[in-house]
């Protein structure tokens, strides 16, 4: 085992590097490596038999059960059979051997696991890249083979394609709507592929196209495909996303303990017209993909309408993540469990990382999630560590009026 072959994309193409290992018939692992993301494609006689990638964007288990091949029950029981055993083996194997899938189906799943992962590779402008001779797979799940020239063609494809999905359709954070064609009005008939369906079972008015394409379980370039397909054929309309332009406006952004009060926040504020979205940023050289939820409030200031972005990530999401939205809002509402003492030391950190960000307005609201009394406002603020500039409104979260004054405090403390 040595290596024999090593450089970085910037000088030498990927396809280059592809067809070099293919001219060679070698059998071996290739190696790429840029911040945050590596991956390896493996050859045998120079032919392409496996990949993959960390971290990885869609695993074995997750794209059987988003394609419906097998349930979530049967891929956690598969994945504890995993762990417990030694010797049970690849997850594919394990699925096979049950009955759960077909040794067809599984192929299908892993040629297009790998077709994923190294055309994701062809998207990267830079990173360092190393062949090393007859290292190979352990027992992989099935005897694939795809031709290096193919894959090249194909990955030159997609780019060319990509562009194309992405100056038709603009930013995957436009908010996707069924429409009705003129055809299918006279015929009253349409014809959908299963993957189409899939796309189109998640439309609902509120999700944006990256959301789509993460929910109905395919990868992001044959989800954005499909979706393009149906915008084509008249089935699809798109908006405007919510959260474009954002930070050239007023924005709330929306943080507390538990996700799912974040966002009841959010529909209470605007009887439920509430948009999700994908946020990708690149962060350190990689792409993070960021939740948001977020909604339009409309307020009316010396006689003409004001509108103000209000939305929430989850709170789970990195700090650098955080902060790059937290670069784009003006205020931070910092939503506080009143339940109990216990309670309140949630919103510590919280409140540590608002701070971390340095001196942005802040309104703490306070509420309750059981039927019981909540702590006091001047006890809120001792346990907290808040001082008396710092407003402390209870809150109740679906009461509009009481969230609306949560909101409206905080648009006041923005300097115009």
């Known amino acids: 085992m040595g290596l024999l072959l090593k450089g970085n994309l910037k000088e030498f193409s990927l396809p280059n590097v592809l067809q070099l290992v293919k001219m060679s018939a070698k059998t071996g692992c290739l190696t790429l490596a840029r911040e945050g993301e590596e991956g390896r494609i493996y050859f045998r006689n120079g032919q392409i038999y496996y990949a993959a990638q960390a971290p990885q964007s869609m695993p074995l288990g997750e794209r059987l059960v988003k394609a419906g091949k097998i349930s979530a029950k049967q891929l956690k029981s598969a994945l504890a059979e995993q762990r417990i055993s030694a010797d049970a083996g690849r997850l594919g194997a394990i699925l096979v051997e049950r009955g759960w899938i077909d040794k067809a189906t599984l192929e299908e799943a892993v040629r297009g696991q790998i077709e994923d992962v190294t055309f994701n590779f062809f998207s990267w402008p830079d990173g360092e890249f190393g062949f090393v001779a007859d290292e190979a797979v352990e027992d992989e799940d099935v005897f694939i083979e795809m031709n290096v020239e193919n894959v090249i063609m194909e990955g030159c494809r997609r780019i060319d394609e990509w562009e194309l999905i992405v100056e038709k359709l603009g930013s995957l954070e436009k908010v996707a709507h069924l429409a009705v064609p003129e055809s299918v009005k006279e015929t009253g008939q349409v014809t959908l592929t299963d993957d189409e369906w899939r796309v189109v079972c998640c439309v609902d008015d509120r999700r944006d196209l990256g959301t789509i394409i993460k929910e109905c379980g395919l990868d992001r370039f044959s989800g954005a495909k499909v979706i393009f397909s149906l915008y084509s054929a008249g089935l699809l309309s798109v908006s405007e996303p919510v959260i474009e332009g954002m930070s050239s406006r007023r924005a709330i952004?929306?943080?507390?303990?538990?996700?799912?009060?974040?966002?009841?926040?959010?529909?209470?504020?605007?009887?439920?017209?509430?948009?999700?979205?994908?946020?990708?940023?690149?962060?350190?050289?990689?792409?993070?993909?960021?939740?948001?939820?977020?909604?339009?409030?409309?307020?009316?200031?010396?006689?003409?309408?004001?509108?103000?972005?209000?939305?929430?990530?989850?709170?789970?999401?990195?700090?650098?993540?955080?902060?790059?939205?937290?670069?784009?809002?003006?205020?931070?509402?910092?939503?506080?469990?009143?339940?109990?003492?216990?309670?309140?030391?949630?919103?510590l950190r919280d409140l540590e990382v608002v701070r971390s960000f340095g001196d942005m307005p802040l309104v703490v609201a306070t509420y309750v999630s059981m039927a019981e009394e909540a702590v006091e406002v001047e006890a809120v603020r001792k346990a907290l560590g808040l001082g008396k500039k710092v407003p402390v409104l209870v809150c109740s979260l679906r009461e509009r009026e009481s969230v609306v004054a949560v909101v409206e405090t905080a648009l006041g403390l923005i300097p115009s």
């Open 253 to 347: 952004i929306v943080r507390g303990p538990i996700d799912i009060y974040n966002e009841v926040f959010l529909n209470t504020l605007t009887d439920g017209n509430v948009t999700e979205h994908l946020r990708v940023e690149l962060i350190d050289e990689q792409e993070v993909e960021i939740p948001i939820h977020a909604t339009t409030y409309s307020r009316n200031g010396d006689g003409e309408a004001e509108e103000a972005l209000v939305f929430t990530a989850p709170v789970n999401a990195s700090e650098q993540a955080w902060q790059r939205l937290v670069g784009e809002s003006s205020a931070f509402v910092v939503l506080v469990n009143a339940n109990s003492s216990d309670s309140l030391r949630a919103s």
